[in-house]
């Protein structure tokens, strides 16, 4: 759909209005074809409101997500968010942000770039791999998400890639190696995944099958103890919610 924003003037010389249109047109009559333009040229054409991703040249459209994909995916953003923002560890971003590796600009469901990375963390976009990846499948997606971005992804340098599946109840987590091939990465007996790009984050894996989700503030509290408990603390203090001490 078009956005009804104001168009800014200075793209108008690249991709024309009507230009773009008969490319969303051409790209929603006929899944099968794909319009083809340079990296620059899809960033000029696309929109906050524009469904799609840039592979080899190529545009590929994609769909909404489902209440069930949304909750998953703000679940994962805030806890991860929430671990990160405590122990000072990187920034977490949730889709529609680009993600550009050499052959690909995708936008990742939920992404981190760790500290030592944020020069990478453009105004639009990621410039190289982020240091951790999620995507949330949909049957829409889910081949796209199991076999090419999962070697582009590889291929790219995304260190930790995380596959999440409400349909099958099924979370997939693989780290990349030291001749960079992911290698499946099983959580504990106790259901635990321990993440690697951020270090100490522990995530029960069957949170994510419950009806309603677990709180950010529950889940926190059960991954990170202490350590969030005084940031909350803290920040309740400065905001003259709690008396000083």
């Known amino acids: 759909m078009e956005s009804t924003r104001t168009p800014d003037t200075r793209l108008q010389g690249y991709i024309p209005a009507g230009l773009r249109l008969e490319l969303l047109a051409l790209l929603a009559a006929e899944p099968q074809r794909t319009a083809t333009m340079t990296y620059d040229e899809f960033l000029t054409w696309a929109t906050e409101d524009t469904l799609a991703e840039w592979v080899d040249g190529k545009v590929i459209m994609t769909s909404p997500a489902s209440a069930r994909h949304q909750l998953l995916t703000a679940f994962i953003h805030d806890a991860l968010s929430e671990y990160a923002r405590t122990h000072d560890l990187g920034t977490v971003l949730l889709a529609p942000f680009q993600m550009k590796l050499p052959r690909s600009g995708r936008e990742p469901d ?10 990478r963390l453009l105004p639009a976009r990621v410039e190289g791999p982020a240091d951790l990846v999620v995507e949330i499948l949909s049957p829409e997606s889910k081949g796209r998400d199991r076999g090419e971005k999962f070697y582009e992804y590889e291929e790219g340098g995304v260190p ?12 997939e987590f693989y780290q990349r190696d030291a ?46 103890g202490e350590a969030y408990a005084r940031r909350l603390i803290a920040e309740l203090t400065d905001g003259g919610f709690l008396p000083q001490t």
């Not at 939920?110 to 020069?119: D, P, Q, Y």
């Not at 930790?160 to 979370?171: C, G, H, M, Q, S």
């Not at 984050?201 to 099958?209: G, K, N, S, Y």
């Open 160 to 171: 930790e890639y995380w596959l999440v599946d409400p349909a099958t109840e099924r979370a």
């Open 110 to 119: 939920v992404l981190f770039v760790a500290a030592e990375h944020l020069s």
């Open 179 to 224: 001749q960079g091939a992911y290698q499946p990465v099983m959580p504990d007996a106790d259901g635990v995944y321990h993440a690697r790009a951020l270090p100490g984050f522990r995530f029960p894996v069957a949170w994510l099958w419950r009806t309603p989700l677990p709180t950010i503030n529950a889940a926190l509290l059960a991954i990170d």
